[in-house]
């Protein structure tokens, strides 16, 4: 990728004031409009996820190693595993493939998820919380922005973040002797909502939007933030090493921020329910945080650390990297 242009790195206000500056003509660009920007959004999501799902599998079967699902079940006898055996015991006793197991509704939710995140964090950047008179960005607007975009586009892509959990349970379930729940994505929406409604496919959302922004404050706040100081700060052009150590940063920061709630909300997502949709083992998030720390300890809000921050790190890398590139190729501002 050659030197970035620095008109790219102008918000998109700042270049269409520019532009009318010049020549006296107001820019319509599909290519910076919202739509735009949530199909290429998408686009890298649904990259990276291919990518980087099977680490997500293994934090999830991680997570729920030791909680009290285990005794009310039956499954008190189920191995506990670190993070390579887990994986390594999935290939092993599953198959290869079961590593994408759930990849479908993981696909659903970022094609809605992702690209709304994205489009609205922009959004309240140039029109909400937006740069202050010198030019700078502070730190907090973007935290609020990164939080309040986070927690609306994951409370609307929360039924698909549902199925995905569950779906990547059932091989587990099967190999200790369990009846299967569900068999597809659309028949564990089917069956979500027969037994619980439309409130059914919600279950889990209250742990399920928290983590989404801690990891968006994590994420699109450090992204944006630590782009913004190695531009600023160093010699550094609008490139692939700056996109490369941006989204480190943001990849280590939403894993210690998110880590605690993903616990939570797999927990709630993946307990049994009775008749009407509640469940059996956790009344709410504070309740199964209060579980598991009194029956596991404090530490046991971290299970599955590693995995999450080895596949957020590489998940954000790729994601990060895809959708500057694909802004530069099809000429769209830098985000």
Known sequence: MPT???????????????QVQVTGQVPHKFV??????????????????LFTYPLDLTKTRLQVQGEIAAATEGLSTAPHRGMVKT????VKEEGLFKLWQGILPAIYRHSIYSGIRIVIYEYLKENVLTKEKDG?????????????????GQFIASPADLVKVQIQMEGKRRLLGKPPRIKTANAAFAKIYKEGGIRGLWKGAVPNVNRAALVNLGDLSTYDYAKRAILNNTSLPD???CH??????AGFVASV????????KTRIMNQPTDEKGNGLLYKNSLDCLTKTVKNEGLFALYK??????????????????TFEQIRYVIGATSF
């Open 32 to 49: 910076d409009s919202l739509p735009c920007t949530y199909f290429v959004s998408v686009a890298s999501a649904i990259n990276a996820e």
């Open 304 to 321: 599955g650390f590693l995995p999450v921050w080895i596949r957020l790190a590489p998940w954000s890398l790729t994601f990060w990297m």
């Open 136 to 152: 700078t960005f502070p730190l907090w607007k973007s935290a609020v922005n990164g939080c309040t975009a986070g927690a609306i």
């Open 87 to 90: 994986a390594l015991g999935i």
């Open 244 to 249: 490369f150590l941006s989204s480190v940063c």
């Open 4 to 18: 970035a242009d620095p008109i790219r790195t102008l918000s998109r206000k700042d270049r269409d004031k520019m």
């Open 239 to 241: 490139s692939h090493l």
């Open 257 to 264: 921020m998110g880590t605690p709630a993903d616990v939570i």
